[in-house]
Nanobody, 115 residues
Framework: QVQLVESGGGLVQPGGSLRLSCAAS????????MAWYRQAPGKQRELVAS???????NYADSVQGRFTISRENAKNTVYLQMNSLQPEDTAVYYC?????????WGQGTQVTVSS
């Protein structure tokens, strides 16, 4: 079992930045892949970025060059640094963890980009 708790969402103006955090209830070294997904109103949930336990990262084309996923093993935490935010980035952002054949989700954190 893995419990995931996200934080760091909020309201930001276009062009601004936010950093999301996802704290896991167990060592993230034991988690194969951790990822951030997002779901905008009326749209399907989509992968934003992922990071493996060896540090390999992957990004959606829409956020490449603007978002950075990273991990801090000592704190069992994964981050999503989001820069140059645009209104189309508005969504609920979810943390996701994959351990072998099991998948776990956090409760989500709202990110709103608006002037």
């Amino acid at each position: 079992q893995v419990q995931l708790v996200e934080s760091g969402g909020g309201l930001v103006q276009p062009g601004g930045s936010l950093r999301l955090s996802c704290a896991a209830s167990r060592s993230i070294n034991t988690i194969n892949i951790m990822a951030w997904y997002r779901q905008a109103p009326g749209k399907q949930r989509e992968l934003v970025a992922s990071i493996t336990n060896s540090g390999t990262t992957n990004y959606a084309d829409s956020v490449q060059g603007r978002f950075t996923i990273s991990r801090e093993n000592a704190k069992n935490t994964v981050y999503l640094q989001m820069n140059s935010l645009q209104p189309e980035d508005t969504a609920v952002y979810y943390c996701n963890a994959r351990v072998v054949f099991s998948i776990y989700w956090g409760q989500g954190t709202q990110v709103t980009v608006s002037s």
